[in-house]
């Protein structure tokens, strides 16, 4: 039974709700990075070549991706603080797998269970929030609040992996969790009220099925290519099963009366555009961040600890900017703000591509901190841009699949630069020379659409009001108070 309004809305309820879903967003937010300063220290205790850390990175992210929308409906249906815990025991059981995994086959198990578990927690914890803030101005300090332990995590999972990696073994960056998971559970059963929307639609299960398998097709393909030769009969098969899956994907959309992914949004310039650049912005960002720390640990020569420093200003430039970008948008508009930060982080990563073993961190970190700066001021109007392109009561819709796309950018980031760097060393390159050709690559990709957001994106007339909150399912959205709704006709 859904709780009443006077539980829902009393203030010893609220604090300890806003307390539980902002720690469990942090645990979430901060797995997404933890796990990159660590993946030297697991290539060298497991032995797993470069396609396993592909797919102990992708296998998480892939999960997020594909179940996030359906993540949001499950727990409007059956019950926000069901979903909400059970999300909370699926990703501490998988914590806990991950940190005894005895090979690259179970860890990469225990990611999926991870994504899973993810793709529960965050929407419904973002839900609750809206479910116990019916009044706007108090949803948006809320919401607020809930964005800013996202920033929290995210910044603070470098540090902590390097920390945790360099005192106890990788195993530890996923022990963290067990903690946080027993808290959220304890404190959430006793004190959480359950609430639901009666109205919200149908589960699409074909289409979550469906897009499961064509994006873990591709990926199969795109990661395990380089081992098994591009035109082996597995990976060509591979491709053809994505291609396959996807056109049935797309089918069965098109036919739904209540699909996870309405074809007819993309038939909006805005909303097209928004998405192609956000699903170039998980490429790019993701792709990139998953070499960083094996750059400075492999090329030149940090330890795990310093090289989880050492990546800190990409995220730190992110927090910091990020609350910035919505306003932004809201005052210069959508294409100027979206066009330069895409030509910043371009740039960035460009210029990161120029990086040696010799070159000193005093002319490194700038360059990262620049490309934080620049994708930090991409996401956020992205995500306005998607939910101006449609009607108000679709704006929850509309930020769920601007977080999806830009998940799967991830998956296909960390996929193909991983190939990049592969191809490279096959062809007799060193470490050094395959990174930067995966840094060079990742910033032409992020060039060339700062040139298509710049022809494509409709022009929005700058507005005048105060930001406004929208519903993101997006467990990366880190910027969900900033949003501003700005006239892209």
């Not at 990696?165 to 059963?189: C, H, M, Q, S, Y």
């Not at 555009?273 to 956000?278: D, F, I, P, R």
């Not at 050094?432 to 992020?446: I, K, M, N, Q, W």
């Amino acid at each position: 039974m859904a709780a009443s309004p006077s539980a829902v809305g009393s203030r010893p309820n609220r604090a300890v709700l806003l307390t539980v879903t902002c720690l469990g967003q942090f645990m979430v937010l901060l797995d997404n990075t933890i796990v990159g300063a660590a993946l030297p220290d697991m290539q060298d205790r497991l032995h797993i070549q470069l396609t396993g850390l592909q797919w102990i990175v992708d296998a998480y992210v892939l999960l997020v991706a594909m179940l996030l929308l359906s993540g949001g409906v499950f727990a409007d249906r059956f019950g926000r603080k069901r979903v909400y815990l059970a999300g909370a025991v699926v990703f501490t059981a998988a914590s806990l797998l991950c940190s005894l995994a005895p090979s690259v086959g179970w860890l990469v198990a225990g990611r999926v269970l991870q994504g899973i578990g993810a793709s529960a927690l965050s929407p419904a914890s973002l839900a609750l929030l809206a479910a116990a803030y019916p009044v706007p101005q108090e949803r948006v300090k809320a919401i607020g609040l809930w964005a800013g332990f996202s920033g929290i995590g995210l910044a603070a999972g470098p540090v902590a992996g390097g920390v945790l990696a360099e005192a106890f073994g990788w195993p530890a960056i996923f022990l963290v969790n067990l903690p946080i998971g027993v808290i959220l559970l304890l404190v959430g059963l006793r004190h959480l009220d359950e609430s639901r929307n009666p109205s919200a639609p149908a589960i699409d299960i074909p289409g979550t099925v469906l897009s499961v398998l064509a994006v873990g097709a591709l990926t199969y393909g795109l990661i395990e290519g380089g081992a098994r030769g591009w035109t082996s009969p597995v990976i060509l098969g591979s491709f053809a099963a994505a291609v396959i899956l996807l056109s049935a994907f797309v089918a069965v959309e098109a036919r739904r009366s209540a699909p996870m992914l309405p074809l007819r949004l993309f038939r909006q310039r805005l909303f097209t555009v928004s998405n192609t650049a956000m699903v170039v912005v998980g490429f790019a960002l993701m792709g990139s961040s998953f070499f960083f720390s094996q750059f400075f640990v492999y090329v030149q020569g940090s330890s795990i600890l310093r090289a989880g420093l050492q990546t800190l200003p990409v995220s730190l430039a992110m927090v910091i900017v990020s609350p910035y970008a919505g306003r932004l948008a809201a005052r210069y508009g959508f294409r100027i703000v979206v066009t330069t930060g895409l030509a910043l982080a371009g740039g960035g990563l460009l210029a990161l591509g120029t990086v040696h073993a010799d070159t000193g961190y005093g002319n490194v970190w700038w360059r990262l901190g620049v490309v934080g700066i620049g994708f930090a001021l991409t996401m956020s109007p992205l995500t306005g841009a998607a939910i101006q392109a449609v009607s108000p009561q679709e704006g929850g819709l509309a930020s769920g699949i601007s977080g999806t796309t830009r998940q799967i950018g991830a998956v296909l980031g960390v996929a193909v630069l991983g190939a990049v760097v592969r191809t490279r060393q096959s062809g007799g390159a060193s470490l050094e020379t395959g990174l930067d050709s995966a840094f060079l690559a990742a910033g032409t990709v992020t060039l060339a659409t700062a040139v298509f957001t710049g022809l494509w994106l409709a022009r929005s007339k700058p507005v005048e009001g105060p930001a406004v909150a929208h519903r993101s399912t997006d467990p990366d959205e880190v910027t969900t108070s900033n949003e501003v709704s700005v006239n892209s006709r």
